[in-house]
């Protein structure tokens, strides 16, 4: 994939479903993103991991996704997929729950963040911010409270790219997230709170009426992301700030 200038008004966010496995496969490629992981890191204990890394990983990844289970969001720029983010309930991960310095912050209910892969010619670009504000969204739209992330933060501010996987403090910073705990200065724990405890999805909905379909979600992706590039030029304004008053960040 050539090099290109990322126009972030170009990007769209679908959850990987059994119709876009081969988006999938094409953005993780034969290495299925690093050492054969196909996302399963956090899935599994590690030594089931390491029995069935590679192709084992990749069809257990498949059987999920066939399921009808939503394991993440892939981004698109001009339909090739550029982008990852893996997004489920905190108990769909198995050794994230047994992690000794990821261990649960409280009993609450979170979904959890776990893991972001970018293609290389798009990396270092903001694209894992706008796979957080994708993934905020994603969670609101299910009836979720809480979205946790395991950012790294390194002393130098220079790492890796594949030490940081489940990406930097920073790009959580800049999409809302809040440090709640931290038992390794460079692991934090963070926390977008979408609603307080105990508050009801959406005021005056039921909270089958606040899970949108997967349809609905990804339109309100874009028109959210129409409205806020909407110059002032276009749109008088007062009418544009109410506009995005509807859809804070």
Known sequence: ?????????????????SDRWSDFEKLFGPRGACGGCWCMWWRLSRSQFM?????ENKKTLKDIV????VPGIIAYLKEQPIGWCAIAPREAYVSLERSRLLK????KPVWSTVCFFVARPFRHKGLTVRLLEAAVDYVKSNGGAILEGYPVESKSGKMPDPFAYTGISSAFRKVGFCEVLRRSESRPIMRYVIRKSG???HSGSSA?????????????RKTSREIKETTKRD???????????????
């Open 51 to 55: 029995k069935q890394r590679g192709e």
């Open 1 to 17: 994939m050539p090099a290109v200038d990322v126009q972030l008004t170009d990007l769209e966010f679908h959850p990987l479903t």
């Open 235 to 249: 749109i008088p304004k007062r009418e544009l700030g109410n506009a995005v008053a509807l859809n804070p960040r």
């Open 208 to 220: 089958r009426e606040d899970r949108r379909t997967i349809a609905n979600w990804i339109s309100r």
């Open 66 to 69: 066939d399921s009808g289970n």
């Open 104 to 107: 649960r912050v409280d009993d």
């Open 199 to 201: 508050e009801a999805p």
